[in-house]
């Protein structure tokens, strides 16, 4: 398979837990996001790499996110001290260029209890 | 700040039943408008893009068209596996502070019913 690949599918953690979310692009694609999406919204942009650099982050991202693309490869998302309002669908899309056409991995599904 | 308005929010249909969704937008010059599907469970799934107004691009039974405002997938003949939720997004001109994130809407539930 060379799409998007995002580990764990699925999540169960309880408040005040730490988590990590990887996300495996497809090889050829240095430009990698994450998103965050909430039943009935649509995705809403976290932040941004162009290879290991991050290059944007949204206000959305607390200082409880944090995100890393050591080597421009796989991604990592981890959110500490996790609160209900933590809970979401965390999808990860590639891109090769500068474009809005994105591909999207099939997300790691968070549940803070 | 960008926005993007869809409607309806759902909408059911017979199989056959053509009909348009649309996608209403505010940014602050448009560097491109997006169309995605996503299946339930599932990450969205690239479907079109529009750069200019008066630009249409087709695929299958989905057409999608761009005025300076707003923008329509067309929907011809659905098919049950047509059901998803169709996700309308805008990328605005950078701005300085940043500006590659898409901007998507809460989409439309569309479900074809045989």
């Known amino acids: 398979d060379t799409g998007v690949s995002q580990n764990p599918r699925h999540k169960i953690t309880k408040r005040g837990q730490n988590v990590t979310f990887r996300c495996d692009p497809i090889s050829e694609h240095n430009r990698l996001y994450w998103y965050r999406q909430t039943l009935g919204q649509g995705p809403e942009f976290l932040t941004y790499f162009q290879n290991e650099a991050q290059l944007e982050k949204s206000r959305l991202l607390s200082d409880r996110f944090s995100a890393e693309r050591p080597k421009g490869s796989f991604s990592t998302l981890e959110i500490q001290r996790t609160e209900q309002g933590d809970s979401a669908m965390y999808l990860c899309?590639?891109?090769?260029?500068?474009?809005?056409?994105?591909?999207f991995g099939e997300g790691s599904r968070l549940t803070v209890l | 700040e960008d926005q993007v308005t869809q409607s309806p929010e759902a909408l059911r249909l017979q199989e056959g039943e053509s009909s348009s969704l649309n996608c209403s937008y505010t940014?602050?010059?448009?560097?491109?408008l997006f169309w995605y599907r996503q299946d339930p469970g599932k990450g969205p799934e690239f479907l079109f893009t529009l750069y200019s107004a008066g630009e249409e691009k087709e695929k299958e039974r989905l057409k999608a068209t761009l005025t300076k405002k707003e923008s329509f997938l067309h929907i011809t003949a659905p098919k049950p596996e047509d059901s998803a939720t169709y996700l309308c997004a805008v990328q605005a001109r950078y701005s300085g502070g940043g500006a590659d994130g898409l901007t998507f809407g809460k989409g439309t539930h569309l479900i074809i019913q045989p």
């Open positions: 940014v602050s010059g448009l560097r491109g």
């Open positions: 899309a590639t891109s090769v260029r500068d474009t809005g056409e994105l591909f």
